[in-house]
């Protein structure tokens, strides 16, 4: 038999055994850990490996002036998943504004998280901030600083999105200018605000209007759901169709238009939700036409547009259609006879009927000179990015001879009253979330070309 004391030892080496290999679980864990490192602005960001971060993504449709400092490049997208904290739902405080100077050498420079490839394709909006800062630039910059944007592939991706945020701070950004990202927005505004990284301009998703350090321009997209659904009963809508895309900020945005249309007695058919990647409407078209639906209530991007308005034709079946972000020229060319007589809604000037407009000529002169591929992509998303890139410049000449930190960059931007830049309604900030834009103008399809039948309509 064995005694106690041989017992008792072959408990204390048990014991010892499974201590030691927890222990070596848990240094193998850590070892498989990507580093953290802190930036030289204050900012911790997991370290990337040579082979993710080395090789930095110049992608540059119909780029001009390669040179010059508003078109730098991009900072890079790498491929590994990174998760972070902050719910989509919920607004984070806002993070301690640093201090510390970060132009350096001359040179201003911001970060931008964009779409580049995927099933979206916002490098229009990447490029209407670059011809901006190059406009400025080639007049000799802000307060003797010239501009520079580095930008980033989300690729439709929200761990991309993370990592490409990561890496701009990383990098030293100033701020975040006129991004879009469809599915990483949500999240890392919240992710930006908590590290107290200014974030000016972007898609419009309902946290940008909900945390301290985003300075928006345009309407929040839940504002284009209530003003979508409430200007149905002008249009004699009575049993829509209500078709939007899969994304991880459009629940409020639904939830805006059904109680615009409720709010005037208006009862859908049924509601959609697509994803991006949907490549045929076919189904759609059918069950709209066979449910009695007349009409197309949508919230889509303008790529899947044209695959609908394809769809609608091929059935014969050509509905009131009321959307937003109707109006890219590129994606136009698509639409064919379904598209006649849509309606759609924007919080800025309208380009199609308003080309002489001094704003709009400067907006569109501008990009066609730096960027001339890009012109028939321009929409009102890019034109957003437009606006955003201005507000930026005037915060930057408010500071002054005085150090261009995060702290003085918000300071300048809370200090904006009335910016008028003639393309949206006079912009005014202050302390808290700003949502200074609540106003549409109506535009209508005729014959393929878009025309503004309104003035300002706010809600």
């Not at 290999?21 to 930036?39: D, Q, S, Y």
């Not at 997991?46 to 991009?74: F, K």
């Amino acid at each position: 038999m064995t005694s106690v004391r041989e017992r008792i030892a072959i408990v204390f080496m048990t014991v010892s055994v499974i201590a030691t290999l927890a222990l070596g679980g848990a240094v193998i864990h850590e070892l498989n850990r990507k580093p953290t490192t802190v930036a030289a602005n204050g900012t911790s960001a997991a370290a990337t490996s040579p082979e993710a971060g080395a090789a930095a993504d110049q992608s540059a449709s119909g780029q001009a002036a390669a040179g010059t400092a508003g078109s730098a490049g991009a900072a890079g997208s790498a491929g590994q998943t990174v998760s972070h904290g902050g719910s989509a739902g919920s607004a984070a405080p806002a993070g301690q504004l640093s201090n510390t100077a970060v132009a350096s050498g001359g040179v201003i420079t911001v970060g931008g998280v964009y779409d580049e490839t995927g099933p979206f394709d916002a490098t229009v909006e990447r490029d209407t901030v670059k011809a901006y800062f190059n406009k400025v630039n080639d007049a000799g910059g802000v307060n003797g600083h010239k501009l520079q944007l580095l930008d980033c592939d989300s690729g439709y991706d929200p761990s991309r999105a993370h990592q490409c945020t990561q890496r701009l701070l990383s990098q030293g950004v100033l701020a975040m200018v006129g991004p879009l990202s469809v599915s990483g927005e949500e999240p890392e505004t919240q992710f930006l605000n908590s590290q107290g990284v200014p974030m000016i301009g972007g898609l419009g998703v309902p946290s940008e209007f909900n945390v301290p350090l985003s300075w928006q321009v345009t309407a929040s997209l839940t504002r284009y759901g209530t003003a979508m659904g409430t200007h149905a009963k002008d249009l004699g809508i009575k049993a829509p169709e209500v078709l939007i895309i899969n994304a991880n900020f459009i629940a409020p945005v639904k939830d805006a238009i059904l109680a615009g249309l409720h709010a005037q007695g208006i009862k859908e058919k049924g509601v959609d939700i697509v994803d991006a990647t949907k490549p045929d409407y076919t189904d759609i078209a059918l069950k709209t036409s066979s449910e009695g639906a007349d009409s197309i209530i949508a919230g889509l991007d303008p790529f899947s547009y044209a695959r609908l308005f394809q769809a609608l034709d091929r059935q014969n079946f050509h509905p009131k259609l009321l959307g937003l972000g109707l109006d890219k020229a590129s994606a136009n060319k698509s639409y064919g006879a379904a598209a006649n007589n849509a309606e759609s809604l924007t919080p800025l000037l309208e380009p199609w009927d308003h080309h002489n407009d001094p704003g709009v000529a400067d907006y569109e002169g501008t990009v066609r000179k730096y960027f001339p591929n890009q012109v028939a992509a321009l929409d009102v998303y890019s034109e957003g990015d437009w606006v955003a890139a201005e507000l930026f410049v005037e915060a930057v000449k408010r500071i002054g001879n005085a150090p261009v930190t995060r702290q003085s960059l918000a300071t300048a931007l809370n200090a904006v009253s009335n910016f008028n830049s003639g393309l949206t309604v006079p912009l005014s900030y202050g302390a808290g979330p700003h949502d200074p834009n609540h106003c549409f103008q109506w535009i209508k399809n005729q014959g393929g070309n878009w025309s503004t039948y309104s003035g300002w309509n706010c809600f």
